[in-house]
Structures are given as structure tokens and as C-alpha cells.
């Protein structure tokens, strides 16, 4: 056992942070690409259902509330003025919405854990404190608890297929064999 007079000033009274897997900083943007690609597919899927179930709307306001919606679940300020105005003047249509996203966007509920899973560790490592977003999710059915974390490059490459599937990026294509 080392003894603590011998270590240097700067590695005393430094906690370490064992809760939460380090991350490379060169793979926080990555991550972060990942992150914005699942809130983009979820952002194309809800305005989708959105615009299905209340054809009426205009396809402004059916985007409106799919934006508002997309971030009051990852606990992100919109870019947009409009929306932050729209989330709050009907707050309530945005949490019948969140409540019913584990249902009607089922198919999601994987990349939905894993984006937040993943934006959390992230956030985390830039020293911001993103849990609620993860419990908000977890009360409203969304998050699967018993989904193993991925790692890193399993997450990206997940997210790429669905972003591929929607339409968002293209496919992949195999490298053809090396010739002989």
C-alpha cells in the first residue's frame, strides 16, 4: 500500500468517478452523433404518428409537437423558440405524448434506452448531471432496465442501421472480398 505523503498534490483529494464507464474524449462527439441520429428517427417516427392521428393539424404544428416531445425526453432546450413556447403552452398534450411513446413507438424502446443510456455517460463525463432524463424514461415504460448497456462501437453501429432503415443515411455496403 502506497503511502499517501509520497503521492503528488495534484492526484490527493481527487475523487474518481467509479459509477460511470470512463469514455475516450475523442469518442464523446461520435457518441454524441448517435445520440442526435436515434432523436432523429424518433423525431421522423413520432411527427409520423403524430400526423396520423390528428390529420387536421397542420404539418407545422404536427412537427412542433414531435420536437417538443423528442426534448422533454432527452432533457434538451430546443433550438427553436417556437417549440419551447409550444411545449409550454400545452404541456399537457407533451406528457400524453411522452406517455404514450412506450406504446405507439414500441419499436424504438431499445434505441430509446440505449440514447439515453449513452447521453447520460456522456453528459457525465463533461460534468453534467443527466439522470433525469434516464428516470423520466424509466416512469414512463420507455427505458428497458434489464437491457444490457452496449458498448460504444455496438451502440453506433446499432444506430446506423436504424438510421440506414429510416432512411436518414445510406446503407452500408460489404467491402467486396480481397482478390487472389
Not at 445520440?35 to 397542420?58: C, H, K, N, T
Not at 458498448?151 to 467486396?176: H, I, Y
Request: aromatic letters at 4%.
Amino acid at each position: 500500500m502506497s503511502d499517501p505523503s509520497q503521492q503528488s498534490p495534484d492526484s490527493q483529494d481527487v475523487p474518481k468517478n467509479t459509477d460511470t464507464p470512463e469514455i475516450s474524449s475523442k469518442i464523446l462527439p461520435v457518441m454524441r452523433e448517435a445520440i442526435i441520429m436515434v432523436q432523429m428517427v424518433l423525431f421522423q417516427r413520432l411527427q409520423a404518428d403524430i400526423a396520423g392521428r390528428y390529420p387536421e393539424w397542420s404539418p407545422e404544428r404536427q412537427r412542433t409537437l414531435a420536437g417538443a416531445v423528442v426534448n422533454n425526453l432527452f432533457g434538451s432546450e430546443p433550438t427553436d423558440p417556437e417549440v419551447t413556447l409550444f411545449g409550454r403552452e400545452h404541456r399537457q398534450l407533451v406528457e400524453e405524448e411522452l406517455r404514450g411513446l412506450a406504446v405507439r413507438l414500441e419499436s424504438l424502446c431499445p434505441y430509446l434506452t440505449d440514447a439515453l443510456r449513452m447521453k447520460t455517460i456522456c453528459d457525465n463525463q463533461e460534468g453534467f448531471h443527466s439522470i433525469p432524463s434516464l428516470l423520466m424514461a424509466q416512469a414512463l415504460g420507455i427505458l428497458h432496465q434489464d437491457r444490457a448497456l452496449p458498448m460504444p462501437s455496438t451502440f453506433m453501429l446499432s444506430v446506423r442501421s436504424l438510421a440506414a432503415e429510416s432512411g436518414l443515411v445510406k446503407q452500408f455496403k460489404a467491402a467486396p472480398p480481397p482478390e487472389e
